[in-house]
């Protein structure tokens, strides 16, 4: 048992609260310094807890080696001291110095990972209503990494007492945290329609570090975290048995809960990419007022929604008659990267981060939840574009309200651009009689519902592509 006077003075003197310091320093000044998709939308680490969760677990690409490298570091005291013959020679228990040095360690760079949690966690509070605990199993199995690395690094450092294992370690981290992410971890595929992707496969699930948060419904699933805390917890083992191993045979046994750890975690991880980030139902639950709805994540923002949504139901059913959808609904489909998109006629779905309603307030977003229920979009998810949708979703806004303006969210240098080429295409079709113009609009929603066809090409009376 860890002596409690010992640990603190093993805080005092070892270099285990500059561990701490070391790694909390570079994610926040990463978090808040460097731009990026997690300051922005849905998904921004400070709006839901999940997104919180996984944004700082994903930071460990670069945390988890730096553990790993600070470890080895540690490691190397008793061999930099020149006491290791000495202590061999104490009655004191090899493993009761082993525990307090991992011990230390360990209290400061969890304590460093709680700290960056709290950070975002004082954040989140003030931004959602939405509160679970779906969040923590991500956070603990992330700083359960921290501590894994940690002990392991020191292990190594122990076993091999050289100045140059602590940055071949950190180094050799690092390139397993990057083929992880980039290759060994990721199996190449193609959508529907051919275009070429990469998932994540059961390797990489053993990188302490997630993939980039591109939906606040995704979490982790309960066979992930299980696997994970079962290899971490083996490489901590294999760690700490390092660190009082005496013998070059004892050091190789030592290297016996590790592989065991990997052998039964790889047992235990899904190999079906839809089970390892899943959707969290909870989450994605609806709150509805009236035939306006939103994921409890959103919930917040119903009030500011239903009004405009109310609104843009009655000017749709207005032209389109028993044609038009009857409810709104925030789009909980995940659907993987590059994939085409879904949609229904009886219900405008919309996203949030989508660029027309993230723009929108008031009047404005009656105008753009009308463009989404006549064209929606059929960019892959995850691509972004410019040109075919958007025209149409002007003009077939416009057609609704009888006025022409640029779309919520349309980019200041854009408009003139978006005007010269919807402009005629709208004064075309006012022009025409009633019938010619349901006409239209119709064969337009039927490209734009089945992403089959070109709906602005269908507004000019042309054929789909």
């Not at 998709?37 to 730096?66: C, E, I, V």
């Not at 020149?82 to 110095?97: C, D, I």
């Not at 003139?416 to 009633?434: G, M, Q, S, Y």
Request: proline share 6%; charged share 15%; with cysteine.
């Amino acid at each position: 048992m860890v002596n409690v006077r010992v640990l603190r003075i093993e805080l005092k003197r070892s270099v285990a609260p500059w561990a701490g310091a070391v790694i909390l320093t570079p994610a926040l000044a990463f978090l808040y310094l460097i731009p990026g998709s997690w300051w922005t939308g849905t998904t921004a680490w400070t709006a839901q807890w999940t997104s919180m969760a996984l944004w700082t677990r994903s930071l460990l690409f670069y945390l988890w080696p730096l553990a790993v490298g600070l470890g080895a570091l540690q490691g190397l005291r008793d061999h930099r001291s020149k006491m290791s013959e000495l202590l061999t020679s104490t009655p004191r228990p090899a493993r009761h110095r082993a525990a307090t040095l991992a011990g230390a360690t360990a209290i400061t760079l969890a304590s460093a990972f709680a700290l960056l949690v709290l950070v975002g966690a004082v954040q989140v509070v003030a931004n959602t209503e939405y509160t679970h605990l779906g969040w923590l199993p991500i956070s603990l199995v992330g700083a359960l990494s921290l501590v894994a690395g940690a002990v392991l690094g020191m292990g190594a450092g122990r076993a091999l007492p050289s100045v140059l294992t602590p940055p071949a370690l950190a180094m050799g981290a690092f390139v397993f945290t990057a083929l992880m992410q980039m290759s060994l971890g990721r199996t190449e595929t193609a959508t529907a329609t051919g275009l070429p992707g990469t998932e994540p496969n059961r390797i990489s699930l053993l990188s302490p570090a997630v993939q980039e948060v591109r939906d606040a419904l995704v979490t982790l699933s309960a066979s992930v975290h299980v696997g994970q805390t079962i290899w971490l917890l083996a490489m901590a083992a294999t760690g700490f048995a390092l660190l009082v191993a005496a013998t070059p045979r004892t050091r190789l046994l030592s290297l016996t809960p590790v592989l065991a750890g990997a052998v039964i975690a790889l047992l235990v991880l899904p190999s079906d990419p839809r089970r390892m980030y899943v959707v969290d139902k909870a989450a994605a639950e609806l709150v509805c007022d009236g035939p306006v709805c939103v994921t409890k994540t959103q919930q917040a923002r119903l009030a500011d929604l239903a009004g405009p949504g109310k609104k843009a139901l009655r000017l749709l059913h207005g032209a389109l008659g028993s044609q038009a959808p009857v409810s709104v609904r925030e789009n909980t489909a995940v659907l993987p990267q590059g994939s085409t998109p879904q949609w229904s006629r009886k219900t405008v779905l919309f996203d949030f981060d989508d660029d027309i309603i993230a723009a929108a307030k008031g009047e404005q977003l009656t105008w753009a939840l009308i463009a989404k229920g006549m064209v929606p979009g059929c960019t892959p998810v995850g691509w972004s574009s410019f040109g075919g949708d958007l025209f149409a979703q002007t003009v077939a806004a416009g057609w609704v309200l009888g006025d022409l303006r640029p779309l919520p969210g349309t980019p200041a240098s854009l408009r003139r651009e978006v005007d010269a080429e919807t402009r005629p295409v709208w004064k075309e079709l006012k022009a025409l009689p009633r019938a010619e113009q349901l006409s239209r609009i119709n064969a337009m929603r039927a490209a734009a519902f089945s992403c089959k066809g070109d709906p602005f090409d269908a507004l000019k009376g042309g054929a789909s592509r």
